[in-house]
T-cell receptor, first 111, second 113 residues
Framework: QKEVEQNSGPLSVPEGAIASLNCTYS??????FFWYRQYSGKSPELIMF????GDKEDGRFTAQLNKASQYVSLLIRDSQPSDSATYLC???????????FGRGTSLIVHP | DAGVTQSPTHLIKTRGQQVTLRCSPI?????VSWYQQVLGQGPQFIFQ???????GRGNFPDRFSARQFPNYSSELNVNALLLGDSALYLC????????????FGDGTRLSIL
């Protein structure tokens, strides 16, 4: 069973701060990594994805991969109260087309 | 362009009944996956279809079945409903099968009484 682990939180940060969310994965051959945001009562929304060849920055969001330690991070700069949500990490194991999801980390950005 | 559409939005059933959930993928997307999400957990994989063929099945009982139609839309069927089947059922589509990001619909919230 390929596993994806996330701290359930909540992670609480003040408005304007950097929020750092982490996700560890068990399969060393994993090659694609996804971050979804899920507001309470809503469905997951894709916000970032990276492959094993590098990190990515998109506006306030940066996704970083540490292959040696088998974790992927999502950094949210200038956090806003509207960023308060659960962030789901999904990892596609090597040899598979099906991503495995973590249970998500709850982020609270307080004014 | 329209996103992934799912119907119905909400559904209430009783134990032992059967349910059919429907999903239309984003135009041009050929892969559809179904997930079950219960409160406090991440989505759990049920099925993946690509080009109308089943390409993956999660750890769910045979009461769960699905199919994909020539227009790439999909149905998820659940027979002999149990209380534990109460969940948010999510459909996600992607362009192809290979490691591409999936986009989710709004989901169908199924409640079993």
């Amino acid at each position: 069973q390929k596993e994806v682990e996330q701290n359930s939180g909540p992670l609480s940060v003040p408005e304007g701060a950097i929020a750092s969310l982490n996700c560890t994965y068990s399969d060393r051959g994993s090659q694609s990594f996804f971050w979804y945001r899920q507001y309470s009562g809503k469905s997951p929304e894709l916000i970032m994805f990276i492959y094993s060849n590098g990190d990515k920055e998109d506006g306030r969001f940066t996704a970083q991969l540490n292959k040696a330690s088998q974790y992927v991070s999502l950094l949210i700069r200038d956090s806003q109260p509207s960023d308060s949500a659960t962030y789901l990490c999904a990892v596609t194991p090597g040899g598979s087309y099906i991503p495995t999801f973590g249970r998500g980390t709850s982020l609270i950005v307080h004014p | 362009d329209a996103g992934v559409t799912q119907s119905p939005t909400h559904l209430i059933k009783t134990r032992g009944q059967q349910v059919t959930l429907r999903c239309s993928p984003i135009s041009g997307h050929k892969s559809v996956s179904w997930y079950q999400q219960v409160l406090g957990q991440g989505p759990q994989f049920i099925f993946q279809y690509y080009e109308k063929e089943e390409r993956g099945r999660g750890n769910f009982p045979d009461r769960f079945s699905a199919r994909q139609f020539p227009n790439y839309s999909s149905e998820l069927n659940v027979n002999a409903l149990l209380l534990g089947d109460s969940a948010l059922y999510l459909c996600a589509s992607s362009l192809g099968q290979a490691r591409q990001p999936q986009h989710f619909g709004d989901g169908t919230r199924l409640s079993i009484l």
